[in-house]
């Protein structure tokens, strides 16, 4: 979230790996359970997309859980003038469902 949320680095796209379940909740479609302030987070600055899910039998030691492979393309497509503001209205809006 650091490079996906910072203005200091413009990054083209962002491609990295996480926990199964997190990459859901970045990808997620509106009006879904796993829609939240981090898909929001995501959205106002690109398309995310889950690539590749990654089964747990291809780690050792294999942990309880299957990982993802997430792109970002960052389009920047809102002006983000007000960022920590518009960051603050988001977390506030989900933290009452």
């Known amino acids: ?14 491609t990295f790996m996480v926990q199964k379940e997190v ?4 990808c997620a479609k509106e009006n879904t359970s ?10 106002l600055r690109g398309n995310a997309s889950i690539k590749r899910i990654v089964d747990k039998k291809v780690f050792y030691p294999v ?8 792109h970002i393309d960052m389009t ?16 506030s809006g989900f933290s009452m469902r």
């Open 1 to 14: 979230m650091r490079f996906v949320e910072s203005q200091v680095y413009k990054v083209e796209s962002l």
């Open 23 to 26: 990459a859901k909740r970045l």
């Open 34 to 43: 796993d829609y939240g302030a981090i898909t929001l987070a995501v959205k």
């Open 63 to 70: 942990p309880k859980v299957d990982s993802a492979v997430v």
């Open 76 to 91: 920047y497509p809102y002006d983000l003038s007000h960022n920590k503001t518009i960051l603050r209205l988001i977390k």
